[in-house]
Structure formats: C-alpha cells, structure tokens
C-alpha cells in the first residue's frame, strides 16, 4: 500500500467551477501537507504548505486536513484555464516528501 | 533571485551508459534532494544531502550515486542505465536540513532522461 494514494483523474471542469481534490494518507505521524502544482514538463510548484489539522486560506486556493480520517483536500474557487494542471498531494515524512501520483486538472473555457 | 537550477534539461542515453545530472540550489540553501518521477506518477525519493553529507536515501538501487560539492550544488549518478530509468529527474533544494520541522522544499525544472 502506497504511503500517499491520489486519484489520478483526469477531472475536467468548466471556467469558474470549483475543483475539489483529495488524498488519503496511511500513517498517522505524517504532520505536514502539502499541495504542489506541476505543468506539464515542468518541476512541483508549492502551493499550499499546511501543518496538523484544520484550514488554511491562499487567495482561491483552500487547504484542508482531517487527521482523524487521515484525509487532505485542496480547494480551488473561480477556476480558470490557467489553473489547468497536474496537482500533487504531499507528506513530509523526515525530509523526505512522499508524493501522491497527482491528478490532472483540466479547465475548460 | 535564481531558483533551483538543473542541467542538462533533456538526455538522451543508450542502455548500459552512465550519465550524471547537475543541481544548483536557491543561494543559501544547504539541502538538496533528488527525486524521479515516472510518467504519470508522483515524485519518489532518492537522495537528500545536507552539508555535503548524505541525510537520507530512498529505495534505489547502487547504480544510483549523488554527491554535493562545498558551494551546495549537486550531482546524481546513474551507472548501467536501464529502460525503466527513463523519468524526468527532479532537484529540490531547502534552507534547512530536512529532518527539522516545517522545511519547505522548492523545486527545479527536472531533467529529462530518455534510455532507448
């Protein structure tokens, strides 16, 4: 089993809708989340960075984590063409990151 | 300010040759990690040096080799090259060293092997 499981989608949404993505988690010590951006051809890009449970708010962008279910979202509001790309979920497991396979994000004009 | 950055961006290499990839880290940034990332799925973990000393190491095979000169930067090895190394090579550079708390780790462009 896979530290870090993702959906890998495709999931393709209209301009304006909201994206809603998920990942679960198998251990309980993980402590710190992350949300990267990657286009295509390109290196992760930090989008959210969130430590234990609860939210945490960037612009539209909305990261969550539930410990108890061991479950972390990413919300995206107003979504827009530019926002089409890969989304990776990430635990920091003592330096070393531990990714999820990453969903493709597809927003269509 | 420069980001992370790597070298060459695209390789082409035949099996059994060997090939070394560079990293530069964000100035001031101590850590650098490697990670390869198969089409289609997420970046795994190989290597993360810190002061030129390995910290932490993934579950790859010995052909894979990585050292960090006294100015941060980084070079990954790969010897005996196999189809299956075909990836897009990424290096990750940190402030601290990674096992501390709270350690962002930012990202280079990755390098692109092809084994044929």
């Known amino acids: 089993q896979k530290e870090v499981e993702q959906d890998p989608g495709p999931l393709s949404v209209p301009e304006g809708a909201i994206v809603s993505l998920n990942c679960t988690y198998s251990n309980s010590a993980f402590q710190y989340f992350m949300w990267y951006r990657q286009y295509s051809r390109k290196g992760p890009e930090l989008l959210m960075y969130?430590?234990?449970?609860g939210n945490k708010e960037d612009g539209r962008f909305t990261a969550q984590v539930d410990k108890s279910s061991k479950y972390i979202s990413l919300f995206i509001r107003d979504s827009q063409p530019s926002d089409s790309a890969t989304y990776l979920c990430a635990t920091d497991s003592w330096g070393k990151l531990q990714f999820g396979a990453g969903t493709q994000v597809v927003v269509t004009p | 300010d420069a980001g992370v950055t790597q070298s060459p961006t695209h390789l082409i290499k035949t099996r059994g040759q060997q090939v070394t990839l560079r990293c530069s880290p964000i100035s001031g940034h101590k850590s650098v990690s490697w990670y390869q990332q198969v089409l289609g799925q997420g970046p795994q973990f190989i290597f993360q040096?810190?002061?030129?000393?390995?910290?932490g190491r993934g579950n790859f095979p010995d052909r894979f080799s990585a050292r960090q000169f006294p100015n941060y930067s980084s070079e990954l090895n790969v010897n005996a090259l196999l189809l299956g190394d075909s990836a897009l090579y990424l290096c990750?550079?940190?402030?601290?060293?990674?096992?501390?708390?709270?350690?962002?780790?930012?990202f280079g462009a990755g390098t692109r092997l092809s084994v044929l």
């Open positions: 990750a550079s940190s402030s601290k060293q990674l096992t501390l708390a709270k350690n962002i780790q930012y």
């Open positions: 040096y810190y002061e030129k000393e390995e910290r």
């Open positions: 969130t430590y234990s449970s």
